[in-house]
């Protein structure tokens, strides 16, 4: 069983729309992370949030830490081919060691 | 670019083969991780080395062995291989091993077991 759930796996959506990203776990967590990895590299964190509740921006990007602290939410405005690519969530377990969500893989369609 | 470098690209191997994957870390970093990212299994934690010890271990098969040098490179050995260890493994650094610490992905290794 995964400690993180992420949804939806696959997402193929135009150039200029919107969209949300979830990331769901029955465990609570003190903080969480969101990466993005573009093929052919590494993940590369893009915001971490701590607070329950929180809401970080990122350009078009809005990444929320529900109040619970089990659950985050990744919105991307106006969409662009740039936004392509596997977006992970991640936590960390009580040794501090990072676990990572299965991903949900974004194409962004020009 | 992370500033973390990690040779080879690409490694294609035929099953019970023993193959090296090297990492260098970003300069001024002294914790090296160690992941595995396969299609079924998603992003997983195989091990990880502060300043020349190990320091956390995940799910890191007993084939598998790692180690960092005075230098701080690493370097990650799997041995007798299989159909499934074919895989992205991918080096991580950062700073020092504070638990909240930012980890730099390198690019990665595909590795392809024949």
């Known amino acids: 069983t995964q400690l993180l759930e992420q949804s939806p796996q696959f997402l193929s959506i135009q150039e200029g729309e919107n969209l949300t990203v979830y990331c769901n776990s029955s465990?609570?967590?003190?903080?969480l992370q969101w990466y993005r990895q573009e093929p052919g590299e590494g993940p590369v964190l893009l915001v971490t949030?701590?607070?329950?509740?929180e809401v970080k921006k990122l350009k078009r990007l809005t990444f929320q830490f529900g109040d619970a602290r089990k659950d985050s939410s990744l919105h991307i405005t106006a969409a662009q081919p740039g936004d392509t690519g596997l977006y992970l969530c991640?936590?960390?377990?009580?040794?501090?060691?990072?676990?990572f969500g299965s991903g949900t893989r974004l194409l962004v369609r020009p | 670019d992370s500033g973390v470098t990690q040779t080879p690209k690409h490694l294609i191997t035929a099953t019970g083969q023993r193959v090296t994957l090297r990492c260098s870390p970003r300069s001024g970093d002294l914790s090296v991780y160690w992941y595995q990212q396969s299609l079924d299994q998603g992003l997983q934690f195989l091990i990880q080395?502060?300043?020349?010890?190990?320091?956390a271990k995940g799910n890191i098969l007993e084939r598998f062995s790692a180690q960092q040098f005075p230098d701080l490179h690493s370097e990650l050995n799997l041995s007798s291989l299989e159909l499934g260890d074919s895989a992205l493994y991918f080096c991580?650094?950062?700073?020092?091993?504070?638990?909240?610490?930012?980890?730099?992905f390198g690019p990665g290794t595909r590795l392809t077991v024949l």
């Open positions: 949030v701590v607070t329950g509740g």
């Open positions: 080395y502060y300043n020349g010890e190990e320091r």
């Open positions: 991580a650094s950062s700073v020092a091993s504070q638990n909240y610490d930012e980890q730099f």
């Open positions: 991640a936590v960390r377990d009580s040794s501090y060691k990072l676990i």
């Open positions: 465990s609570v967590f003190s903080s």
